[in-house]
């Protein structure tokens, strides 16, 4: 055993000795001792303490440090990684809501346009069927004008007022189709940007 260890177990004996016979403080768990030999003591057992055990204690005190230093570190790049994500969710939600904004206004803008063109052929298929009518009515009433061929002007005026009916039939029907085509492509261009918009939410959710 070293000189070191010898004086190390000599001093925390002498130590332990004081300790044992200080003076109690009445009334209380305090102890009386004399201060200069306990921290003559306590020099002496610093000094006796073996190098590699004091460089033990730097190592440990210098680990200490570089794992707070660690922590800290991983402490500020965690919240500046949360911050940054936080910030890009929503730049996220907010390009989304755009889109959606977006996609809506086109659909209603599609939607009126759609309705006025609608509204227009319908408008305008209800004029030439009234012109068609009003015209076979005319005719028909020159026919009839003359007694001599009544039978025959109010058989042409019932067949032109039929071949009438039957032509603002055809356009009617023609119109509707142009409409539902109209429909068709709105409810296509609906879908289409609605699909766009749920993809985007996807590729966000995916990311996050």
């Known amino acids: 055993m070293s000189t070191n ?39 002496r057992l610093e000094e006796s303490i073996p190098v590699d055990v004091q460089n033990a204690k730097t190592i440990i005190d210098q680990e200490e440090a570089i794992i707070s230093e660690s922590n800290r ?19 996220a939600k907010s390009d989304a809501n755009a889109m959606v904004n977006d996609a809506q206004a086109r659909a209603a803008e599609t939607l009126r346009s759609s309705t006025d063109q609608a509204n227009a052929m319908v408008a305008d ?12 009515q005319a005719r028909a009433q020159q026919l009839v004008a003359d007694s001599e061929i009544v039978a025959r002007a109010q058989a042409e005026a019932q067949e032109m007022l039929e071949s009438a009916h039957r032509e603002c039939e055809a356009y009617t029907a023609r119109v509707h189709d142009a409409i539902n085509q109209l429909m068709e492509q709105l409810d296509m261009s609906v879908n289409q940007q609605a699909e766009a918009v749920r993809a985007l939410r996807q590729q966000y959710a995916s990311q996050q």
């Not at 570190?73 to 730049?91: F, G, P, V, W, Y």
């Not at 298929?125 to 076979?136: G, I, Y």
């Open 73 to 91: 570190i991983a402490e500020e790049t965690t919240t500046k990684a949360t911050r940054e994500a936080n910030t890009a969710l929503e730049q």
């Open 125 to 136: 298929a209800q004029t030439r069927a009234n012109a068609l009518v009003a015209d076979a």
């Open 5 to 43: 260890r010898l004086m190390t177990f000599e001093l925390l004996d002498r130590m332990e000795q004081i300790l044992s016979e200080a003076w109690a403080v009445p009334l209380t768990k305090k102890i009386m001792l004399e201060k200069e030999e306990f921290s003559s003591l306590m020099r």
